[in-house]
């Protein structure tokens, strides 16, 4: 048997370039299309190497989460609510859409910068960190660096509730826990080590110095009144409240965690920016892909 024990969700959120905002007087966006776009379109300056938004599509986490929560935001997704692949069958229309308007984001508006589709999940860090980024969805680890090495974007730098789409706005939770295994040498250690960090009174402490990374996973942690000592921060905690499992609106399954550990999304975009295909043809790779693998665990 195995036990997990919770321990944090990673909280996170958009970081946005407030004092750019301000100065062409435009709102924080809300949703994906048109507000994303628009206000990436009216603070980017290509001509100094700022862009509106810095979104990779290739393998990387960032990539995966970006992808799975934009197809959630169309009404679509990877699976269906009994658990059945749906890329390519009942949630083509929706998937088709969500896909076009994240390849549209480099492809047909141009706001992000040449090379965006090597980037892993440190180069939109680094880039925003460079001043060379309006906008970035990223973790709180962005946030909390910032603040670390007193950076001079952290004070003009605001952390809000990712955008959404037409469908809602959706985001894949980004949960971490405690795994204990029985027959090590210091068993009764990790256990009491468990004991000693979870104490609410030392939980607090490490939160306080994770500046949003250590999110709540009970209610009372959620009330606690750390998360209301930093503006940025209740973006970071809603985003933790609404947040869904991977396999949603189906079912969590080994199928689900595999198809992301595969970067099956990232590939399938990956395929249309870099490669030529189609949203069609590579929506119908990716959905066997998932298939594929959806049956080859049916024999185990």
């Given amino acids: 048997q195995y036990f997990g024990i919770a321990r944090l969700v990673f909280g996170g959120g958009l970081h946005v370039r407030k004092d750019l905002i301000a100065e062409k007087g435009l709102k924080?966006?809300?949703?994906?299309?048109?507000?994303?776009i628009e206000v990436a379109k009216k603070t980017q300056d290509p001509s100094k190497d700022l862009w509106g938004f810095g979104q990779t599509l290739n393998r990387s986490d960032d990539g995966n989460g970006f992808l799975q929560n934009i197809l959630w935001d169309w009404g679509g997704g990877t699976w269906d609510k009994e658990g059945k692949p749906a890329l390519a069958t009942s949630y083509l229309k929706e998937n088709t859409a969500a896909l076009q308007f994240a390849v549209d984001t480099i492809q047909k508006h141009k706001i992000q910068p040449p090379g965006v589709m090597g980037?892993?999940?440190v180069h939109n860090n680094e880039a925003f960190m460079a001043g060379k980024l309006v906008m970035t969805n990223n973790g709180a680890s962005l946030y909390y660096a910032m603040g670390?090495?007193?950076?001079?974007?952290f004070d003009k730098t605001q952390v809000i509730l990712t955008p959404g789409g037409p469908a809602g706005s959706f985001v894949a939770s980004n949960p971490y826990n405690w795994g204990l295994f029985k027959a090590s040498k210091y068993a009764e250690l990790t256990d009491d080590l468990v004991r000693w960090v979870e104490d609410e009174k030392h939980f607090e402490e490490y939160m306080k110095a994770c500046s949003g990374q250590a999110g709540p996973v009970y209610k009372l942690r959620a009330e606690h009144p750390?998360?209301?000592?930093d503006p940025n921060f209740q973006g970071m905690l809603q985003?933790?409240?609404?947040?869904?499992w991977i396999g949603y609106p189906g079912p969590s399954t080994p199928a689900a965690i595999e198809v992301q550990a595969q970067y099956i999304l990232c590939d399938m975009a990956?395929?249309?920016v870099t490669a030529g295909l189609s949203i069609d043809a590579a929506l119908k790779e990716a959905h066997k892909r998932v298939e594929d693998i959806v049956r080859i665990r049916s024999r185990s």
């Avoid at 924080?28 to 994303?36: A, F, G, Q, S």
């Avoid at 670390?148 to 974007?153: Q, W």
């Fill in 226 to 229: 750390y998360w209301k000592t």
């Fill in 28 to 36: 924080m966006p809300k949703v994906y299309d048109p507000d994303v």
């Fill in 239 to 244: 985003n933790i409240l609404r947040g869904v």
């Fill in 119 to 121: 980037w892993t999940d």
């Fill in 148 to 153: 670390a090495k007193k950076h001079p974007l």
């Fill in 270 to 272: 990956g395929r249309v």
